[in-house]
Each structure stands twice: as C-alpha cells, then as structure tokens.
C-alpha cells in the first residue's frame, strides 16, 4: 500500500477512487453520443438520407441522456464500497484536529 504523507493525502485520494471511474465512463459515453447524433444529423443534411439519420441521431441522444445515470450508478457503488474506510478516516482526521 501506498505511503501518504498526511491523513488528508489519503482522504482525497479515496475521493478520487470513488468518483473517476464514473466520470471517465459517463465522459466516454457522452462524447460518444454526441458523435453519433452529429453523425446522424450529417445523414440528413448532406446525403439526404432522414431514416439513417434519425436513427443515429435518436441512438446518440439515448446514449447523451444516460451518461449522467451512468455516472450515477457507478458512483454510488464505488460509495458504498468505500464508505467505511472514509468515515474511518474521517474520524481519525477530526479527532486529531
């Protein structure tokens, strides 16, 4: 395990165990929804082709519109995963101060 100079140290980094997986994911399916609704939307405007292009255009918002649940889910499982060791941590923080 990693040695962390303060107890604070520690804390933030628990902090980020929680909260990156889920950004990085709900970022990825983002973007990635966004493309697909931009590609749709070239469908319809330079090929002519509105049934292709709704069809992404439909996906790529399906996908925009959960990437925040996503975040969501995966963060409160990593919360719960990690809440013991940060309450305990907290404590040990404040009755220190």
Request: charged share 20%; net charge positive.
């Amino acid at each position: 395990m990693k040695k962390y100079s303060t107890k604070m140290e520690q804390l933030r980094t628990l902090h980020e165990k929680v909260i990156a997986p889920g950004a990085i994911l709900a970022a990825i399916v983002g973007i990635l929804g966004t493309l697909m609704m931009g590609a749709g939307m070239a469908e319809v405007m330079v090929w002519d082709n509105l049934q292709r292009g709704l069809i992404l255009s439909v996906l790529g918002l399906l996908l925009d519109m959960s990437a925040f649940p996503l975040y969501a889910w995966i963060t409160g499982i990593r919360k719960k995963k990690y809440a013991r060791e940060v309450y305990d941590l907290s404590n040990e923080i404040i009755r220190d101060a």
